[in-house]
């Protein structure tokens, strides 16, 4: 899975298979926390962030 940003210890990264990997989203890890964000709408779609990482990654 390739990185594609590390920031302020935020890593983010993205796999790529349209028709195995639906919907299309983002894998974000920082510190013990791991969560999938949605590319289209920036929801949660599994795992947790803090608040303040959210708006980070969001931005």
Known sequence: MPTLSMFYGIIIRMYYA???????HIHVYYQDFKSSVSIDNGEIIAGNLPAKQMKLVLA
């Open 18 to 24: 349209p028709a195995e990997h639906q919907p299309a």
